[in-house]
């Protein structure tokens, strides 16, 4: 059982659409990240959210934590080729000893 | 400023042998974090260090694995004898006080294939 289910596993998209990927769990969080890995790297932080409800943007990408501090989602608007990669969820909960626990990840494919 | 290293990058061995994984963090980072990811599963806790204090080890999976981090600098994680269910890519990150408050870095792997 992941302790973060990240859903869509894989997602292949044109570019110029609009797409958004969705981390949930039945435990509450105190903050929750959001990375993105390229092939041969290590993931890279893209955000750190730590209040329910609280919205983030960069450039084209919004990420927002649940009110509930159980979930959260990133949108993409209007896909480029260059945001092609694995995003990857993790956050820290006291419910797992506030050690940083992954999501599976979604891998994205923006087709140009 | 140099990031995250770890060596080797890739490493194919036999059962039963041993393999010596090496992170060296970015410099000034007193907090060291090892993770691993197996095949189609999530990237998962391994332990932590704080200098060479071995802070949380909760996430080693037995013990045939063993981290140090003599002198509070670069870390090692051995496993002796690996296993087939080993084989996974194993993650370093630094970070240069507690997470979240600050970033972690992440090396880019180590993928240890057991054969």
């Known amino acids: 059982t992941q302790l973060l289910e990240q859903s869509p596993q894989f997602l292949s998209i044109q570019e110029g659409e609009n797409l958004t990927v969705y981390c949930n769990s039945s435990?509450?969080?105190?903050?929750l990240q959001w990375y993105r890995q390229e092939p041969g790297e290590g993931p890279v932080l893209l955000v750190t959210?730590?209040?329910?409800?609280e919205v983030k943007k960069l450039k084209r990408l919004t990420f927002q934590f649940g009110d509930a501090r159980k979930d959260s989602s990133l949108h993409i608007t209007a896909a480029q080729p260059g945001d092609t990669g694995l995003y990857l969820c993790?956050?820290?909960?006291?419910?797992?000893?506030?050690?940083?626990?992954f999501g599976a990840g979604t891998i994205l494919r923006v087709k140009s | 400023e140099a990031g995250v290293t770890q060596f080797p990058s890739h490493s194919v061995i036999e059962k039963g042998q041993t393999v010596t994984l090496r992170c060296d963090p970015i410099?000034?980072?007193?907090?060291l974090y090892w993770y691993r990811r197996v095949m189609g599963k999530e990237i998962k806790f391994l332990l932590h260090?704080?200098?060479?204090?071995?802070?949380?080890e909760s996430g080693m999976p037995n013990n045939r694995f063993l981290a140090e981090r003599t002198g509070g600098t670069y870390s090692t994680l051995k496993v002796q004898p690996a296993e087939l269910e080993d084989s996974g890519v194993y993650f370093c990150?630094?970070?240069?006080?507690?997470?979240?408050?600050?970033?972690?870095?992440f090396g880019p792997g180590t993928r240890l294939t057991v054969l």
């Open positions: 993790a956050g820290f909960s006291m419910e797992y000893g506030n050690k940083l626990v």
């Open positions: 990150a630094s970070s240069q006080g507690r997470v979240p408050i600050f970033e972690q870095f």
């Open positions: 435990s509450v969080f105190s903050s």
């Open positions: 959210v730590v209040t329910g409800g």
């Open positions: 410099s000034g980072h007193d907090n």
């Open positions: 260090f704080v200098k060479e204090s071995k802070q949380d």
